[in-house]
């Protein structure tokens, strides 16, 4: 899956981000946005803090991520490229969907049920933010049973 090895050589599969400070700052603004439209400073600077719980970030030249935020200027040009590919797998899904009904397998587009090196990063990935993060008891139980 192209789209999950994209994102796994951007975060890199050693868990280290591979981008610039701005770039992280942006992934950050747009991961809080997707959880909360209407974030706040705070909800900003705890994700950029949990974000860095589960992989190592090189901030420099800025100190911390609320120097970060305070004082650098997002780089969307890879969130742009993220979130293209984000709905152009979710139509994918919609329509495979449409055609075969709720339950089609969904192949490689199955985050959860895929073996792709992608994925497996990505589940690995949300269940080790789900000791910083608290998600919802449905999304949580999902978790538990990786």
Do not use: C
Not at 24 to 31: D, F, G, N, S
Not at 39 to 55: H, I
Not at 106 to 124: I, T, W
């Amino acid at each position: 899956m192209g789209f999950l090895s994209f994102i796994g050589k951007w975060l890199g599969l050693g868990r280290r981000f591979s981008g610039t400070p701005e770039q992280y700052l942006a992934m950050v603004q747009y991961i809080a946005k997707k959880n909360n439209p209407e974030y706040s400073k705070d909800e900003l600077l705890q994700w950029g803090d949990v974000m860095q719980k589960a992989m190592k970030v090189n901030l420099q030249p800025y100190g911390d991520f609320k120097d970060l935020a305070e004082n650098g200027k997002p780089d969307y040009s890879m969130v742009e490229k993220v979130d293209g590919k984000m709905k152009e797998m979710a139509q994918r899904r919609d329509l495979k969907q449409a055609i075969y009904g709720p339950n089609a397998d969904l192949g490689e587009d199955d985050v959860m049920k895929s073996n792709d090196a992608g994925s497996v990063f990505a589940r690995k990935m949300v269940k080790d933010l789900s000791q910083h993060v608290r998600f919802s008891d449905v999304e949580q139980r999902k978790l538990n049973d990786l």
